[in-house]
Each structure stands twice: as structure tokens, then as C-alpha cells.
């Protein structure tokens, strides 16, 4: 069964700084990568998604994401964050079974971002 | 165009009650799937319904079960309520592709 990691559970960063959030996954086949986001009181937003091609995505609000599949990484990264992002972030990895895909989420980071 | 909804917000219930949460999909969807996320944790997955079939099953006692019907709308039931069914129980409506849209959740409390 695919696991999915994330590192760290609490990062907390002044606005302007660089953010790096890891993701691991444990899957040898093929996988489709995600990276939810929730912000306070809202419900879960897809932020960014590989499925294949340039392993380097870019998805909403100057966030991107690089796929290395030598080490099954898909870590998220925004070069300058800004109190409005201030969130939960999950990553999830899907595999093709029984003709449906099904993620499997790791267990967050919370995001604080002081202004 | 409404996204996915999930009904009531919040529930409170007691120890071996049963409850019944409800999902509207997004407009075009076909796929609904439910998730559980306790308190500081992921979603974790329930169940995927397509065609008013189960079409995938995560780890869940068969207390946990469901039903989609011919709108694709969708129920989850929970018979015989433990403490540790406490939770947001989400929604997710997709169509072929994988990408899954949620909903806002349904917090159970049980006491």
C-alpha cells in the first residue's frame, strides 16, 4: 500500500521568506501527484497536480512543485509567502486500482505566516 | 455553478446512535468518494461510489456504509457511534480523471 509523508507538521515563517514544504511517497508504479490546500475555515482546494510531462508545476498563487522520481519527492515551494497563506497543505498521491483512483493523503503541514 | 455541498454542517451525536451525512456533487460529476479527517491528520479514505455502486473501499468497519443515488448525490451512514468516530467527514466529486473537488465537511462530534 502507497504511504505518503510530510515532514513537517508546523512551519512558521515572516512574510517574504521562502517556503519548501516535503513530500514523500512510497509507490514503485506510475502515480499522479497532488497538493490540497485548506485555509482556515474554508474546505479543501486543489492547489497544484502532476500527472506527467515537465516535472516541474506550477499551479495557483505562485506556488510550484517539483516531481523527482528518484527520490518518489513532490515538494511544494513558493519563493516569497505572504500572510494569506497561512494554511494547512496536504500532499496526495494516487494509483490506478480496480479502474479508479484513490488518494492517499499525507497528514499536513500547518502553515503560519506572520505578517 | 455550485460545487460540492455536503449536509448538515454540524452533528452532534451519543455513543451507539447512527447517523446519515449527505453529498451533492459538482455539476458533471458522476464520482463521489468520502473521506474521515480526525483532528490534526489527512483525509482518510472511506469509500468511492460510481454507477450507485461501491467501487472501492478503504479500511473502514462495515459500520461505515453508503449509497449513491440516480443524481449521483450521495449518504454515508455510521451505525453504532464510537467516540473515536468523531471527525470531519468530507466529500469528493470527480468525473474520469482523478482530480477529486471536496466539499466543505460535516463535523461529527460524538459523545
Known amino acids: 500500500a502507497q504511504s505518503v509523508s510530510q515532514h513537517n507538521h508546523h512551519v512558521i515563517l515572516s512574510e517574504a521568506a521562502s517556503l519548501e514544504l516535503g513530500c514523500n511517497y512510497s509507490?514503485?508504479?506510475?502515480?499522479?501527484l497532488f497538493w490540497y490546500v485548506q485555509y482556515p475555515g474554508q474546505h479543501l482546494q486543489l492547489l497544484l497536480k502532476?500527472?506527467?510531462?515537465?516535472?516541474l508545476v506550477k499551479g495557483i498563487k505562485g506556488f510550484e512543485a517539483e516531481f523527482i522520481k528518484s527520490k518518489f519527492s513532490f515538494n511544494l515551494r513558493k519563493p516569497s509567502v505572504q500572510w494569506s497563506d497561512t494554511a494547512e497543505y496536504f500532499c496526495a498521491v494516487t494509483t490506478l486500482s480496480g479502474g479508479s483512483y484513490i488518494p492517499t493523503f499525507g497528514r499536513g503541514t500547518s502553515l503560519i505566516v506572520h505578517p | 455553478d455550485a460545487g460540492v455541498t455536503q449536509s448538515p454542517t454540524h452533528l452532534i451525536k451519543t455513543r451507539g446512535q447512527q447517523v446519515t451525512l449527505r453529498c451533492s456533487p459538482k455539476s458533471g460529476h458522476d464520482t463521489v468518494s468520502w473521506y474521515q479527517q480526525a483532528l490534526g491528520q489527512g483525509p482518510q479514505f472511506i469509500f468511492q461510489y460510481y454507477e450507485e455502486e461501491e467501487r472501492q473501499r478503504g479500511n473502514f468497519p462495515d459500520r461505515f456504509s453508503g449509497h449513491q443515488f440516480p443524481n449521483y448525490s450521495s449518504e454515508l451512514n455510521v451505525n453504532a457511534l464510537l467516540l473515536g468516530d468523531s471527525a470531519l467527514y468530507l466529500c469528493?466529486?470527480?468525473?474520469?480523471?482523478?482530480?477529486?473537488?471536496f466539499g466543505p465537511g460535516t463535523r461529527l462530534t460524538v459523545l
Open positions: 509507490y514503485g508504479g506510475t502515480v499522479n
Open positions: 502532476y500527472f506527467s510531462g515537465d516535472p
Open positions: 469528493a466529486s470527480s468525473t474520469g480523471s482523478d482530480t477529486q473537488y
